[in-house]
């Protein structure tokens, strides 16, 4: 392959997923500076290893360079937040968690305000399950190549950061009733 | 038939679509039976919602710029280290050498036979990537990546942004409103963008430190593709201007860029 072919090649695959690559980025590392260095990287990255594309699923691949590259930052950055592994079990409780206040949701600016917060708070494993499904809308299979997980823990993130994501708002209402 | 643990168990996966069809629908009939386990349902499916709706971040477009320019760059830099195909170990040492200098006379052919264009002069080139940012600024949502007439909230944008502090001048008075300002990036150098209209036509005033001892220069207007680029500089500062209004219009917006700043 001819390199200007392989710029255009590039070009034409992969960087039309730059935008899910910046947004996935940016959850991962709740920081804006941080999202760029590891996009910037990343598609260097990429761009260095993309003989070894076969052309399946460019934002795939894409995503999951940029998964990589945003937690070895993290790792360098913040090593106490990635120093222990995370524990599947650690965790809350194995079963569902029921929300004790039914959830009232979501409407306007401020609910969004909130969610995304609450969001923020989530550990990183729990954010990158979530964004992936949510937000690029892949499925379990994919979301568990990008992350180098079993498809069934994918399962178990999805479901513990949902729950988690429900206590939390039912909190945030019933806090502000009290008030 | 399943009960409520066993449902609230795989109601993510049903919510995610990700069960056979068998699990699906013993989930599905038990839902219907079951308030307590439709409310949650309804719950997931409400929060499930929310997040998809949330906006993405969008990316910055000095961004996207710096990552097409660094694979430019990667990719100038990949041509140049990898000289020829590796080339089959040779057990016959003469022949890749009589093949090595065939493939030198071919290439020293090439060159003497094509007539090359003249290579393009600075400072057309530097007026075509002007052209080239002017247009890329009118695609979508591209314009400004601060969008604001007060020139109080634009020129504080800049700041820690460049390492220089741009004019910024709202002319509304005189029929060049201020819409907004962006980085950008000229000849691999980030430039202010400032952004004005004048009708329905667009304006882009492009600015930066012009090195400490350039000489002051008059404005040179030159035409490309129906754009006029205006060039000068002053006080310091390398300007650019670059629109599709008509040359009298433009000239006039240039006099109110170049008048002196009260203060």
Same mark, same amino acid.
Request: proline share 6%.
């Given at each position: 392959?001819? &390199?200007?072919?392989?710029?255009?090649?590039?070009?034409?695959?992969?960087?039309?997923?730059?935008?899910?690559? &910046?947004?996935?980025?940016?959850?991962?590392?709740?920081?804006?500076?941080?999202?760029?260095?590891?996009?910037?990287?990343?598609?260097?990255?990429?761009?260095?290893?993309?003989?070894?594309? &076969?052309?399946?699923?460019?934002?795939?691949?894409?995503?999951?360079?940029?998964?990589?590259?945003?937690?070895?930052?993290?790792?360098?950055?913040?090593?106490?937040?990635?120093?222990?592994?995370?524990?599947?079990?650690?965790?809350?409780?194995?079963?569902?968690?029921?929300?004790?206040?039914?959830?009232?949701?979501?409407?306007?600016?401020?609910?969004?305000?909130?969610?995304?917060?609450?969001?923020?708070?989530?550990?990183?494993?729990?954010?990158?399950?979530?964004?992936?499904?949510?937000?690029?809308?892949?499925? &379990?299979?994919?979301?568990?190549?990008?992350?180098?997980?079993?498809?069934?823990?994918?399962?178990?993130?999805?479901?513990?950061?949902?729950?988690?994501?429900?206590?939390?708002?039912?909190?945030?209402?019933?806090?502000?009733?009290?008030? | 038939?399943?009960?409520?643990?066993?449902?609230?168990?795989?109601?993510?996966?049903?919510?995610?679509?990700?069960?056979?069809?068998?699990? @699906?629908?013993?989930?599905?009939?038990?839902?219907?039976?079951?308030?307590?386990?439709?409310?949650?349902?309804?719950?997931?499916?409400?929060?499930?919602?929310?997040?998809?709706?949330?906006?993405?971040?969008?990316?910055?477009?000095?961004?996207?710029?710096?990552?097409?320019?660094?694979?430019?760059?990667?990719?100038?830099?990949?041509?140049?280290?990898?000289?020829?195909?590796?080339?089959?170990?040779?057990?016959?040492?003469?022949?890749?050498?009589?093949?090595?200098?065939?493939?030198?006379?071919?290439?020293?052919?090439?060159?003497?036979?094509?007539?090359?264009?003249?290579?393009?002069?600075?400072?057309?080139?530097?007026?075509?990537?002007?052209?080239?940012?002017?247009?890329?600024?009118?695609?979508?949502?591209?314009?400004?990546?601060?969008?604001?007439?007060?020139?109080?909230?634009?020129?504080?944008?800049?700041?820690?942004?460049?390492?220089?502090?741009?004019?910024?001048?709202?002319?509304?008075?005189?029929?060049?409103?201020?819409?907004?300002?962006?980085?950008?990036?000229? @000849?691999?150098?980030?430039?202010?963008?400032?952004?004005?209209?004048?009708?329905?036509?667009?304006?882009?005033?492009?600015?930066?430190?012009?090195?400490?001892?350039?000489?002051?220069?008059?404005?040179?207007?030159?035409?490309?593709?129906?754009?006029?680029?205006? @060039?000068?500089?002053?006080?310091?500062?390398?300007?650019?201007?670059?629109?599709?209004?008509?040359?009298?219009?433009?000239?006039?917006?240039?006099?109110?860029?170049?008048?002196?700043?009260?203060?």
């Amino acid at each position: 392959m001819s &390199y200007s072919n392989k710029l255009s090649r590039f070009e034409q695959l992969i960087l039309p997923h730059l935008d899910a690559a &910046y947004n996935l980025a940016r959850w991962l590392t709740n920081h804006d500076q941080d999202a760029q260095d590891v996009v910037q990287e990343a598609s260097l990255r990429a761009f260095r290893a993309f003989d070894t594309f &076969y052309g399946e699923n460019g934002r795939a691949w894409l995503l999951t360079i940029v998964r990589n590259t945003a937690y070895n930052l993290l790792q360098k950055n913040k090593p106490s937040r990635l120093a222990t592994p995370f524990d599947e079990e650690l965790h809350g409780s194995s079963g569902p968690v029921e929300s004790a206040t039914p959830m009232t949701l979501l409407r306007g600016a401020e609910e969004e305000r909130n969610l995304r917060a609450a969001v923020e708070e989530l550990p990183v494993e729990f954010r990158e399950a979530l964004i992936l499904r949510h937000q690029d809308g892949l499925s &379990y299979r994919e979301i568990a190549l990008i992350a180098g997980v079993p498809t069934g823990t994918v399962m178990s993130r999805l479901a513990r950061a949902r729950a988690r994501l429900k206590e939390f708002l039912a909190r945030g209402i019933r806090e502000e009733e009290a008030s | 038939m399943r009960n409520c643990q066993d449902t609230l168990q795989w109601l993510d996966a049903y919510w995610d679509n990700e069960l056979d069809p068998v699990n @699906t629908l013993e989930i599905e009939q038990h839902l219907q039976g079951c308030t307590a386990c439709s409310q949650s349902y309804e719950e997931l499916r409400t929060l499930g919602i929310a997040l998809s709706d949330l906006p993405r971040h969008r990316i910055p477009a000095v961004l996207r710029e710096q990552v097409r320019s660094a694979l430019r760059a990667e990719a100038g830099e990949e041509s140049k280290t990898i000289p020829f195909p590796p080339t089959a170990r040779a057990s016959w040492p003469w022949l890749t050498a009589i093949a090595a200098m065939l493939l030198l006379c071919a290439l020293l052919a090439g060159v003497l036979l094509t007539s090359r264009p003249p290579p393009a002069s600075a400072s057309e080139r530097e007026s075509q990537e002007v052209i080239a940012s002017h247009i890329r600024s009118l695609m979508a949502s591209h314009l400004a990546d601060v969008i604001s007439t007060d020139e109080h909230t634009v020129k504080p944008w800049f700041d820690g942004k460049l390492d220089f502090s741009p004019p910024v001048i709202d002319f509304a008075k005189e029929g060049f409103p201020l819409i907004g300002g962006r980085l950008d990036y000229l @000849t691999d150098k980030p430039v202010a963008a400032i952004v004005y209209r004048r009708d329905k036509h667009v304006i882009n005033l492009f600015c930066r430190p012009s090195g400490p001892k350039s000489p002051d220069s008059l404005p040179q207007l030159v035409t490309h593709q129906g754009y006029h680029v205006v @060039t000068w500089t002053q006080q310091g500062r390398n300007c650019w201007v670059v629109s599709d209004l008509n040359e009298a219009e433009l000239q006039q917006f240039v006099e109110l860029v170049r008048r002196p700043t009260p203060g």
